[in-house]
């Protein structure tokens, strides 16, 4: 498994990567506030079987299509299951212009500890 987040500070620059880590609690309180939008980047299928509350599915295929769309938001959040595809979709985002994107650890869906919050 790689690493590619910083452990000193909240705001991070790693590999050209702009995003701010955050801890498990910080992103639920994100999450349940609804203030911010929370992007699972997997697949649809995957999307299916089980998710994060509150999430929407844009597969990683298709995060370039966000262009304009969430500027307005606090924050963007962003998961997949082990973390490969949110360095991806950072990336894009980045590109995109976005600097207001927020992950926990990895960006994983498989260490997310609330498991109250997933729709399965």
């Known amino acids: ?5 910083c452990r000193r500070r909240n705001r991070c620059s790693s ?9 498990y609690e910080v992103a ?3 999450i349940e506030n609804q203030e911010n939008i929370l992007i699972d980047v ?7 079987i089980m998710h994060i509350k509150n999430a929407i599915n844009i597969p ?6 966000c262009e304009n769309e969430y500027k307005t938001k606090k924050g963007i959040l962003v998961y997949c299951s ?3 595809r949110t360095k991806e979709a950072i990336r894009i985002l980045n590109n995109l212009g976005y600097m207001n994107i927020y992950i926990w650890e990895y960006g994983s869906l ?11």
Do not use: V
Not at 15 to 23: G, H, K, V
């Open 1 to 5: 498994m790689f690493n590619f987040f």
């Open 15 to 23: 590999r050209n990567l702009i995003y701010n880590l955050i801890t």
């Open 28 to 30: 639920r309180e994100m």
């Open 42 to 48: 997997r697949t649809k299928r995957e999307y299916d």
């Open 60 to 65: 990683i295929e298709k995060i370039r299509m």
């Open 82 to 84: 082990s973390g490969i």
């Open 110 to 120: 498989s260490n997310f500890p609330y498991k109250d919050m997933l729709k399965i």
